[in-house]
């Protein structure tokens, strides 16, 4: 699949999560999207920490899913079993996952489109 179906494939997957077996949660969300990663060789959301580091205005040293809830604003917690969510945390969760990968994705579609997001991360950080 290239990035622009990709795209298409994430923004059904919000829509209708159960159609894909999911129940809608952020966790089950980030597990999908990390097994297309895993089926792309780890290549499709190269860049994506950066895209979300500079969002945040922070370091991209925490893995993605961190990232997208500093930016939603929500405590992530220190539990290893995870974090658990209000309903209110759970959507809003959902709502910047979807909508930063969405306009990460559409920023890194093209040859150079992940080197120009760290590149640009690189110069900010720098």
Not at 3 to 11: P, V
Not at 28 to 46: K, P, R, T
Not at 107 to 122: C, E, F, P, Q, S
Request: overall charge negative.
């Amino acid at each position: 699949m290239r990035i622009m179906e990709y795209r298409q494939l994430f923004t059904d997957v919000r829509r209708r999560p159960g159609s894909y077996g999911l129940s809608g949660s952020f966790r089950e969300a980030v597990a999908f999207i990390n097994g297309c990663d895993a089926g792309n060789s780890w290549g499709l959301l190269v860049g994506f920490r950066e895209w979300l580091a500079l969002k945040a205005e922070t370091e991209a040293n925490l893995a993605w899913p961190f990232l997208i809830l500093k930016i939603a604003k929500i405590p992530a917690g220190d539990s290893e079993a995870g974090v658990q969510f209000s309903g209110a945390d759970e959507a809003k969760s959902l709502e910047v996952l979807f909508e930063e990968l969405d306009s990460f994705l559409s920023a890194r579609n093209g040859v150079h489109g992940a080197t120009v997001i760290i590149a640009k991360y690189l110069e900010a950080r720098g």
